[in-house]
């Protein structure tokens, strides 16, 4: 499953009520596992966190998230933590080779949930715009995420392995 994918999901109470639609993925950078996603509860509401701990069943093939009855969500965090860092932000950052040079840019992460039931990233997808080709990394392969996401080898080493 790709981690953009998850955006579809509808989330609902264990009794079906709906509580809205997930809108954001939020990951924990140190284990690279899905650790919330920011929930939109519908127009003229503010939009809250949805902590994977909170979440007490996915049923992928109906797009589903099950929370229990009383879940009322936490409150966004302003800025992204190692624990909270959106998919949307990661998006925003350029990406450095080990020799500092510009790879590109994180357009995607593969979550393979139904092989591993757990949401952890298996690969990072970078599009280089080098004719079009693109990377999958393995997650283990970032090194740092500042103000831009450095990683561990150079892009001659990367796109010599991909051959």
Do not use: C
């Amino acid at each position: 499953m790709l981690a953009e994918l998850l955006d579809d999901y509808r989330v609902q109470t264990t009794v079906g009520e709906e509580v809205g639609k997930i809108k954001d993925v939020y990951f924990d950078i140190d284990s690279w596992m899905v650790s919330g996603f920011e929930l939109s509860p519908g127009m003229f509401k503010k939009d809250r966190l949805l902590r994977i701990e909170d979440v007490k069943e996915i049923r992928d093939e109906e797009k589903l998230l099950i929370v229990g009855d009383d879940f009322q969500g936490a409150e966004l965090p302003t800025n992204s933590t190692r624990t909270l860092f959106s998919l949307d932000e990661i998006r925003k950052k350029r990406i450095l080779d080990r020799n500092n040079q510009k790879v590109g840019k994180i357009y995607n992460m593969e979550i393979p949930y139904d092989k591993l039931k757990k949401l952890k990233v298996w690969k990072v997808l970078i599009h280089t715009g080098i004719r079009e080709r693109r990377l999958r990394i393995r997650p283990q392969e970032i090194t740092d995420i500042k103000d831009e996401i450095k990683l561990a080898k150079s892009l001659e080493e990367y796109q010599k392995k991909m051959e």
